[in-house]
């Protein structure tokens, strides 16, 4: 009843807008600079005494460019501390750093895309086009290095005594008190380099470095990768000006993986001691942590089949290591950050152990269970070691929102909500978890960013983003409607889904276009504002109802809803959005006969699949980026849900998207990037030649040198200009 009253409302609000005094969205706006979404800074930090917020913003007139912005936390005055277009060469980076960007998720950005507080908080190490400055509170910026190489993953060390990065696949340290480069290892080159984190732990594992720091800088542990065993792919990069054949050490599934070694040596590449990870070097190495008092080392070793999760405890002094408890599950263990240890020796824990993410207490063996029920836990914030209390984020009143929470880890009970409902929150906290940093959105209201107590007090706006009358969306905002919020009957619980609407006049039938992700780890149904949320507003002012339906495969919904797609891909997900599409028929608003469907990478497959299961059920389909056949994707991320395919093909011969194309009848778009290194272009490929074998029509834009995101603003406007026009040939003019 609750999400029947809040749609009623949402509906209410959309009919009562005046259509005569809406601005509609044009589609040239949507990428152009400044960001609709308004001001949207990246990596907010607190200084380590807590004076000044650190983060950094993006400017009015290149929404792509970031400086470095701090604000004072009493007066909430804000100053340029780095200004990258002044400071940066401008320079390419290297092709290394360009990937990692892309892992990351911040391909198409330029000036500083990363930084970090020195312990002292008298200066922060910045990148910028590959070389390294360190910039003072007074707005003086010095150059660290200058080389032709790029220096990536650079990093403070706990105590401030050196800063480290990577260069030409081996580690430097760099010595801040008497200005000494001493390189650590120097055989890394070829397929071998030293503390980075190899493809699948940087695109699948979340894990973005190879390298890490003890509390007391008397070591550091690094990965050592050895590529020499990964298959190669021949992939050409096709550009505007000419192909160029990249050979990729790519894992794809089945196949052998890097083998990853840990060490463990002194901050001058001596003691060099090789951590025992077990006699099987077919495993992953997913964490790594180091002990409150940094007297051992705390690394998390995964199986190939990742149904078991061991976390090791290693002394660095030896390399020698005991197991100290491990996760299974029948299906696959899910990582997470959320591993704290504490001054007292025992270790804060997330486990789905009981179905859910909840946290755990260990204890010299003891378990502890400090929350319960039948919602996640998402991420550990912080730790109040005095007061005993953990920070939070979760999802205990609904999935659709993200909250913060606390919990006593001495007398463990029902959980305290800090933030406000009615928003989407992540939260940063200092070290001494006195401080909250917020991030929060809402379907109303751009990232906001503000500066509070641990009672959620705000003490000052770090980024109030205020949809006044200079925001960039400001003149589209008659026309904004507010998604409707809602669920479906399912066959694991209610499923979630999010519709925006047009003003709709009684009697009349609009069409629909469902955005359709349904992969693990995909929600998209949120009470936030999203990167897609002015393209829906768009499409609305377009006339179309926009709809998306989180099916079983997605997260925060436990275990069982997750693991429905465990060795079958392709399945449940498919029969839960077809589950969704006969509700909206049966909408008196909805007009049948004009739904269509579209989808990027995973969703791109989803639609795929869609128009195969269904023919005739969508009146067509855009598949962005899609894969085509699992044995073509990397082996952490495909083997996870659909297992080994030398061992068992089966459920890959079920799971893939190809060879059932022949059955597709609906009109298809595909689009891909042809220098895509994650969804690689013969994905497509293999599509295309499938699709004209079976003498089958389709539709196909290629963008040359566009990666997966296909990023910039011309080529994702042009994407969109395509998909638009497609769409109102084959579905908004159809009778």
Do not use: C
Not at 502 to 522: K, L
Request: a neutral charge; charged letters at 25%.
């Amino acid at each position: 009843m609750r999400h029947l009253a809040l749609g009623l409302l949402a509906v209410m609000s959309v009919l009562s807008l005046d259509p005569a005094s809406a601005r509609d969205l044009p589609l040239d706006r949507l990428f152009a600079s400044p960001d609709l979404s308004g001001r949207t800074p990246r990596e907010p930090k607190l200084s380590p005494d807590g004076r000044l917020v650190t983060l950094l913003r993006n400017r009015p007139d290149d929404r792509d460019r970031y400086d470095l912005w701090a604000i004072d936390t009493s007066t909430g005055a804000a100053r340029m501390l780095v200004d990258s277009a002044k400071i940066g060469s401008g320079g390419e980076v290297s092709e290394e750093e360009k990937m990692r960007r892309e892992r990351q998720r911040i391909a198409g950005t330029k000036g500083i895309t990363d930084y970090a507080w020195a312990p002292d908080g008298k200066s922060l190490l910045v990148p910028i086009d590959g070389d390294l400055y360190a910039a003072t509170l007074d707005g003086n910026v010095r150059r660290l290095t200058d080389t032709k190489a790029t220096e990536i993953d650079a990093k403070v060390s706990e105590t401030g005594r050196f800063v480290s990065f990577l260069r030409e696949q081996n580690l430097y340290v760099l010595d801040t008190v008497g200005g000494q480069e001493r390189a650590l290892t120097s055989d890394g080159g070829g397929t071998l380099s030293w503390g980075a984190a190899e493809f699948v732990a940087q695109e699948e594992m979340g894990r973005s470095t190879g390298y890490w720091w003890s509390p007391d800088d008397r070591y550091i542990a690094v990965a050592r990768v050895d590529e020499s065993p990964v298959g190669i792919v021949t992939r050409a990069a096709i550009g505007a000006e000419g192909t160029k054949l990249v050979a990729q050490r790519y894992p794809a599934a089945g196949t052998a993986n890097a083998i990853v070694d840990l060490y463990i040596m002194a901050p001058d590449g001596s003691a060099r001691v090789k951590a025992d990870l077990g006699s099987n070097p077919d495993i992953y190495l997913t964490r790594v942590n180091w002990s409150a008092d940094g007297r051992s080392l705390l690394v998390q070793r995964m199986s190939r089949d990742q149904k078991r999760l061991d976390v090791l405890r290693v002394d660095p002094a030896s390399g020698r290591s005991e197991l100290l408890f491990e996760e299974t599950s029948p299906t696959w263990v899910n990582l997470n950050d959320n591993l704290k240890p504490l001054r007292d020796g025992s270790l804060i824990w997330s486990s789905e152990r009981s179905g859910f993410s909840h946290l755990y207490r260990w204890s010299a063996g003891r378990w502890t269970q400090l929350t319960r029920g039948d919602w996640a836990v998402e991420k550990v914030v912080a730790v109040d070691q005095k007061a005993k209390t953990i920070y939070f984020t979760g999802t205990l009143e609904t999935p659709l929102e993200q909250q913060l929470y606390s919990v006593s880890y001495a007398r463990p009970g029902k959980p305290v909500r800090i933030t406000d409902a009615g928003w989407s929150n992540s939260v940063e906290m200092d070290n001494k978890a006195s401080r909250l940093l917020v991030t929060r959105s809402n379907p109303s209201q751009p990232g906001q960013v503000y500066l509070a107590d641990t009672a959620n007090h705000r003490l000052a706006w770090i980024e109030e983003n205020r949809l006044g009358p200079d925001h960039p969306y400001a003149p589209y905002l008659d026309s904004h409607v507010e998604p409707v919020f809602g669920t479906l009957p399912g066959v694991s619980g209610d499923l979630h889904y999010r519709m925006f609407s047009p003003p709709r006049v009684a009697g009349r039938h609009y069409p629909v276009f469902v955005h359709v992700y349904a992969g693990p780890h995909g929600q998209l149904v949120s009470r936030a504002w999203s990167r897609d949320l002015p393209l829906y507003q768009h499409l609305v002012d377009q006339g179309w109802i926009v709809f998306t339906l989180d099916g079983r495969g997605t997260n925060r919904r436990g275990a069982k809803f997750e693991g429905a797609i465990y060795h079958a891909m392709g399945g449940a997900e498919v029969e839960d959005q077809l589950a969704g599409l006969a509700w909206l028929k049966r909408q008196d608003f909805v007009d049948p006969a004009r739904v269509a469907v579209m989808g990027w990478s995973y969703g791109g497959y989803m639609t795929l699949k869609l128009l195969e299961r269904a023919p005739g059920a969508f009146a067509a389909g855009v598949a962005v980026a899609p894969v085509t056949r699992w044995e073509n994707y990397d082996t952490f991320y495909t083997e996870r849900y659909l297992g080994n395919p030398i061992s068992d093909p089966k459920p890959y011969e079920t799971s893939e998207a190809l060879d059932q194309a022949i059955a597709i009848r609906d009109p298809l778009l595909v689009v891909h990037g042809m220098s895509d290194d994650n969804v690689v272009f013969s994905n497509t490929t293999s599509l295309i030649a499938k699709l004209q074998k079976e003498k089958k029509p389709f539709e196909l834009m290629v963008y040359p040198g566009a990666t997966h995101a296909i990023a910039g603003e011309g080529p994702r406007t042009h994407v969109w200009l395509t998909i638009e026009k497609f769409l109102d040939r084959t579905v908004r003019a159809a009778p």
